[in-house]
Nanobody
Framework: QVQLVESGGGSVQFGGSLRLSCAAS????????MGWFRQAPGKEREGVAG???????AYADSVKGRFTISQDNAKNTLYLQMNSLKPEDTAMYYCAADSRPRFASLHPGHYNYWGQGTQVTVSS
C-alpha cells in the first residue's frame, strides 16, 4: 500500500502560480509511476502530468509549457509547479501512483493509488 497526501492548493488569480506537493508513504521503488490528475465539477477526471522511474514525463496538451512535474526521491515527494494559471485550470487535483513500472502515463486506469485531492481555483 502507498498513501498519498496532497497539499498546496488554493485560490489564485489569472496568470498566477501554485506548487502542489504530494507526500508518499513509501519510497520510489514501490511507486515507479507517478502522476497528477484533475477533475472539475461535471467533468471526467483527466491526466495532467506523469513521470516514470526514468524521469521521463508526459503532459496534457492543455498544460504543456505551463506546468512542470518533478519529484524529490529523498523526501518521497512529488510536485506540480503550475504557472500562468487560467480559470479553466480550476479543479480538484489528485496525486496518483502505481506499483508497476510503466512509462509516464496520463491514463487513470494505469494508477492504483490515489490521494484525497487538493482544490485549485483560478479567478479571472
Amino acid at each position: 500500500q502507498v498513501q498519498l497526501v496532497e497539499s498546496g492548493g488554493g485560490s489564485v488569480q489569472f496568470g498566477g502560480s501554485l506548487r502542489l506537493s504530494c507526500a508518499a508513504s513509501r519510497g520510489r521503488y514501490s511507486r515507479p509511476l507517478m502522476g497528477w490528475f484533475r477533475q472539475a465539477p461535471g467533468k471526467e477526471r483527466e491526466g495532467v502530468a506523469g513521470i516514470d522511474r526514468y524521469g521521463s514525463t508526459a503532459y496534457a496538451d492543455s498544460v504543456k509549457g505551463r506546468f512542470t512535474i518533478s519529484q524529490d526521491n529523498a523526501k518521497n515527494t512529488l510536485y506540480l509547479q503550475m504557472n500562468s494559471l487560467k480559470p479553466e485550470d480550476t479543479a480538484m487535483y489528485y496525486c496518483a501512483a502505481d506499483s508497476r513500472p510503466r512509462f509516464a502515463s496520463l491514463h487513470p486506469g494505469h494508477y492504483n493509488y490515489w490521494g484525497q485531492g487538493t482544490q485549485v481555483t483560478v479567478s479571472s
